[in-house]
């Protein structure tokens, strides 16, 4: 059996299913991790189950990352319970597609809140502690689609664009303290987020894959693992694209 090192804590935001379930599932290889989730349903004790089947620990939290009282208080509690957080994936993210004619304001306000704010709420959450230890590692999900793009998501293209300025700043506030923050952007990933996506428009995409297929969730929980590896500890500031050269 596999030997299990849990020295480190790791928060998986939206860790209950989809690119943040294999996330977790990928980091509770060397960490315990707490996962998050926000409704009853979406699959976050399947996810609990299969990373204590492996062997590992987890555990599992309900809040909503666009409330920044709900995230002050989820950290607080886990900070006061794990004593310490090394490894922060801001992964909590969702969709309101629509054209701009069509688009609702609160589609536009949800889908920033959620995906730049719910970040900006969680680094701002456990600064502090990652300070205080002099150690953290930061990955948040940005998208392909903030470099290139998509028709029907000015909503959550701009959210996942103004993710890649956050975590430049963000790296560079904290660089001195021993924290590092990336991103990754992936391209497109079979998860229920996709699934909802016609044929015709999948089959588009997929013509403007190089790679000649659709990313798995495996494929961007490896590059998230490397980067909150100390195999990346001169890495801060970047985005790595995961994308099977849709972009490049
Ligand atoms: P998913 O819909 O399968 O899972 C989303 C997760 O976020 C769930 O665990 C859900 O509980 C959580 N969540 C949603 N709203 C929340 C809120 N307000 N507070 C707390 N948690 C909340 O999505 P996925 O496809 O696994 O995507 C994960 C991340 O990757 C997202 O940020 C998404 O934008 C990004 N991404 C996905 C793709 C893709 O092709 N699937 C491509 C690029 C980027």
Redesign the pocket.
């Known amino acids: 059996m596999e030997v299990i090192v849990n020295s480190k804590i790791a928060v998986v935001?939206?860790?209950?299913?989809?690119?943040?379930r294999c996330i977790a599932l990928r980091l509770s290889k060397e960490a315990k991790v707490i996962i998050?989730?926000?409704?009853r349903g979406?699959a976050a004790e399947e996810t609990i189950k299969e990373i204590h089947k492996k062997g590992g620990e987890a555990w599992a939290y309900q809040?909503?990352?666009?409330s920044f009282k709900q995230t002050q208080d989820f950290f607080k509690k886990i900070i006061a319970k794990f004593g310490r957080v090394d490894y922060l994936i801001n992964?909590?993210?969702?969709?309101r597609d629509g054209l701009i004619l069509r688009m609702k304001e609160e589609a536009w306000d949800e889908v920033l809140a959620?995906?730049l704010k719910?970040t900006f709420n969680c680094i701002k959450a456990v600064a502090g502690t990652m300070i205080r230890q002099g150690y953290g590692r930061i990955v948040n999900?940005s998208?392909?689609v903030a470099f290139i793009g998509n028709i029907g998501q000015v909503n959550y293209a701009s959210s996942k664009a103004g993710i890649v300025g956050l975590t430049k700043a963000a790296a560079r506030e904290f660089a001195a303290k021993g924290i590092t923050v990336n991103a990754v952007a992936?391209?497109?990933?079979e998860?229920?987020?996709?699934t909802k996506i016609p044929d015709k428009i999948k089959e588009q995409i997929l013509s403007q894959i190089p790679l000649g297929r659709f990313g798995k969730p495996e494929d961007v929980a490896e590059v998230v693992a490397f980067l909150a590896s100390d195999r990346a500890r001169y890495i801060t500031g970047q985005v790595i694209h995961v994308n099977g050269g849709m972009y490049m």
């Open positions: 935001t939206g860790g209950s299913r989809g690119i943040g998050t989730y926000i409704k979406e809040f909503d990352v666009s992964n909590a993210g969702i969709a959620v995906n719910g999900i998208s392909v992936p391209g497109f990933i998860t229920e987020m996709t």
